[in-house]
């Protein structure tokens, strides 16, 4: 008998494929964030890609110069089991060196300006740390 239940399974389809389909279909939040932080990292040292893989995981936006990994979360994210696999999957990749910002919807669309001048800082080497 097959297992039922709401746990996320790996796509059928390989990950670097999923990677694609993932950046073809953007959220809202994540189409207004990429427009801005693609136009503002044009001179940054490092930059960011959208949903590239990390190991088993896809992060919103990826650094691999940094190891730094910026999610964004939608109402979704406050469910607790959604929690949980958020959570399980930040300490997995926190594993492998790299580093994850999140930062709600509401928050990428109120204060995106600080959000990118704190990148930058990061980014051209003035800045040592993210606080979300």
Known sequence: MARRGRRRSRPPIPLEKFAILLRKRMTKA?????????????HWEHQFQPQVVVGQYIPDFYCESLKLAIELDGS???????????????KVLNRMGVTVIRYQNSQVYGIWRSIL?????????????LYP
Do not use: M, P, Y
């Open 117 to 129: 001048n704190q990148l930058e800082q990061v980014c051209c080497g003035t800045g040592r740390e």
């Open 30 to 42: 994540e189409v207004f964030f990429w427009t801005r932080l693609k136009k503002a990292q044009i």
């Open 76 to 90: 979704i994210h406050k469910v607790k089991s959604v929690k949980k696999h958020d959570s399980h999957r930040t």
